[in-house]
């Protein structure tokens, strides 16, 4: 398999949900007006805590500093797995399932925190900039790492990153075990033509920036049986869009695509408090499982918690290994 | 004829060139998202200057007060006259021409100042909250006037308003002459069904919030051939659209419309000061001269400056009528 890492420099950042009036004017220009801006990364996600943003530095221009917007300090960048039809697979997952063994089981292993962000063209893996220790792992995973330079992709080596790198040879430490939230609705992961995004302009700009009740109190949100949620990603052309069923059917039925299976899918959220940026093997320890059943899984990390989405007709199954996991810790 | 004196409350704003970023999300709310608003009556328009925004209390409650937003201090009705089948017109003449010598010369001589709103479907003419000169000086132009209440139009008289009302017998003392500037663009006055202007939205928002250069100087712009002039307003569900030809060619063609006649426009830009909202006469001059000479005009007034539109064809004439105003001050 080869592995790339794209030529993005990434901002993470949240805008406050009482401050995403203040926020309007660029979000629309990065979301609508492509000829306005030189921005090929953005990603939007609104959670009942904030609204998380993913943008590259040419998007980050157009936020202006303020009280409501937090930055996280590192520039990310994103990895993408592209299977070069060598390699053999016989699971029919998708998602972060395809790469949790060979992706995110060695980065957590090296201590390598990471930021997950999947779409309906792909799953890109945010690390920190420093890629030493990203390369030297994923190279003993059999991977062909290519860095994309110019808009080629060139092979790159470990000792091409850093000499004096010393691999971590120790196991990771017993991970935090999080809790999760499983709310009942049931979300769609969908596509868009681009040249079609002006027809869904109004009814994206509603549920994006006026469907929320700006009195919601965030805590209170905690426990209701469903989740506000809703994602939006432009990524090099590509638009990607998460939305439970209740907002799908405001959109007109015949623009939006799903894959051919139509699948509803179920969420669970990671993280009783704030996860932060730092710590590793949180995608590990939900994926892991994951992989090992064969079940398809997105995952989307926003600034407060981590998201995974599963196939509606997993989520039994689901809730029961997590369920166990959370009793009795593993012990290897 | 009638005249209606409708049930709307409206405030007369303006929005600083370097400060509409913060109004982006209560505006386009008001044009774009009528199921969120109970505005009825919203009307924006970008001169050189800055965004004059009219609007109903409905609407201007969702403006929040900020030092880039003006508020005129009054609260301003607008009256509509209605040809009930009657009058027996000789002219084509359009827009304000056929009502200069009915409506706006009588509330002129009585020191009425007006504030005119044409749109593609009527002509708006907005006065400050005392109606009673206004009724009792248009019942002596045989007006039949009626009041909009609760959607029911109601005929009311003089008396019925004021009744120590004193009629002003005195003639209207010699009006200001202002400068007066004709750009060279043309303009088209066009509407759009309102089912149709999602389909627009994209373009529309790029046109009104993202295509001003926020480091134009407003003062440099007073020399330019062409004025950057553009006014969209949503009136009791009607859309009327006011744009130079240059704009035009931004939107598709097929779902503007215009009149039959597809007629161009030019534009008289009345004051070389601002023109304040207590002057009055101003309308008067300009429609005045052009009704003798049977020239159809639009008139939009904005928060500083007034703005006339008369048909290409016309503009020699008028150009010269105006020069002529200019040299030899009227003496009757």
């Given amino acids: 398999m080869d592995l790339h890492i794209l030529d993005h420099r990434l901002r993470v950042t949240s805008i406050a ?21 030189r921005c090929k990364f953005f990603s939007l996600t609104e959670t009942p805590e904030n609204y998380t943003v993913v943008l590259d530095e040419e998007g980050f221009k157009e936020l202006q500093p303020s009280e409501h917007l937090q930055v996280e300090s590192s520039i990310w960048l994103p990895l993408n797995v592209v299977s070069n039809g060598n390699a053999s697979s016989s699971s029919q997952a998708v998602g972060v399932t395809k790469i949790a063994k060979s992706v995110i089981a060695p980065l957590a292993q090296q201590h390598v925190s990471v930021f997950m962000l ?11 900039k420093d890629l030493s220790v ?56 969908m596509s868009l033509d681009p040249d079609t995004l002006p027809s869904i302009a109004t009814t994206l700009i509603d549920v994006l920036f006026y469907s929320s009740s700006l009195k919601e109190d965030p805590s209170s949100s905690q426990d209701l049986d469903c989740i506000k949620f809703f994602s939006f990603s432009l990524i090099d052309g590509y638009i990607s869009l998460v939305m439970d069923t209740e907002a799908q059917r405001l959109f007109p039925a015949d623009l939006l695509f799903t894959s051919s299976s139509g699948e509803l899918w179920r969420m669970v959220r990671i993280g009783g408090q704030p996860l932060g940026f730092d710590e590793c093997g949180i995608v590990a320890q939900i994926s892991h499982p994951l992989a090992d059943s064969d079940i398809s899984a997105y995952y989307i990390s926003t600034f407060s918690f981590d998201h995974a989405l599963v196939p509606e007709e997993d989520i039994v199954s ?13 012990t290897s």
């Fill in 118 to 128: 999947s779409t309906y063209q792909t799953d890109f893996i945010l690390v920190k």
């Fill in 318 to 330: 689901v809730t029961d290994m997590l369920q166990h996991q959370r009793k009795e810790p593993a």
């Fill in 134 to 189: 990203v390369i030297s792992t994923l190279e003993e995973e059999e991977f062909n790492i290519y860095k994309e330079v110019g808009g080629e992709f060139v092979p790159v080596h470990c000792q091409d990153v850093s000499n004096d790198f010393q691999k971590n040879g120790k196991e990771a430490t017993q991970p935090t075990v999080h809790p999760v939230l499983i709310p009942k609705n049931q979300f769609c992961v």
């Fill in 17 to 37: 949900k009482n401050g995403l009036v203040n926020f309007t004017h660029p979000l629309i220009k990065l979301i609508f007006l492509r000829n306005r801006t």
